[in-house]
C-alpha cells in the first residue's frame, strides 16, 4: 500500500522551506528571460525544445553569484555556452554580453 498522507505532507514542507523571491531577483530573472527571448528571436542562440525555463533557471543561478556587474556579465556569457540547453550559439561572445547588458539596464 502506498501512503500518499505522508508524500503530501512532505510536497507541502518543501513549499514552506522555499523562501519567496525578493524584487531584485524578480527582476533578475525577467532581465535573464528577456535576454534569452531576445537572443532567440534573431537567432543568436537555438535552444532545445521546451527547455527555455530551465536555461533561465541556469542562468539565474549563476548570475546570483557574481559579485560586480561585469563578472555577472561574464558568468552569464559563460553559462550560456556550458548549458545543455542550449543547442547552438551563433553570436560572438561580445553580442551575447551586449544582449544580457541591454536586458540589465546597462
Not at 14 to 21: H, V
Not at 64 to 80: N, P
Not at 83 to 99: C, K, P, T, Y
Amino acid at each position: 500500500m502506498i501512503d500518499t498522507e505522508n508524500d503530501e505532507l512532505i510536497d507541502d514542507l518543501e513549499e514552506e522551506e522555499k523562501e519567496p523571491e525578493t524584487e531584485a531577483m524578480l527582476a533578475l530573472r525577467h532581465a535573464i528571460a528577456g535576454a534569452v527571448t531576445e537572443l532567440i528571436k534573431v537567432e543568436a542562440i537555438e535552444v532545445a525544445e521546451g527547455a527555455e525555463p530551465q536555461l533561465v533557471e541556469e542562468l539565474l543561478l549563476s548570475a546570483v553569484t557574481a559579485a560586480t556587474s561585469r563578472q555577472l556579465l561574464k558568468k552569464l556569457r559563460g553559462a550560456l555556452f556550458r548549458s545543455d540547453h542550449v543547442a547552438d550559439v551563433f553570436a560572438s561572445d561580445i553580442a551575447i554580453e551586449q544582449r544580457f547588458r541591454e536586458a540589465l539596464g546597462g
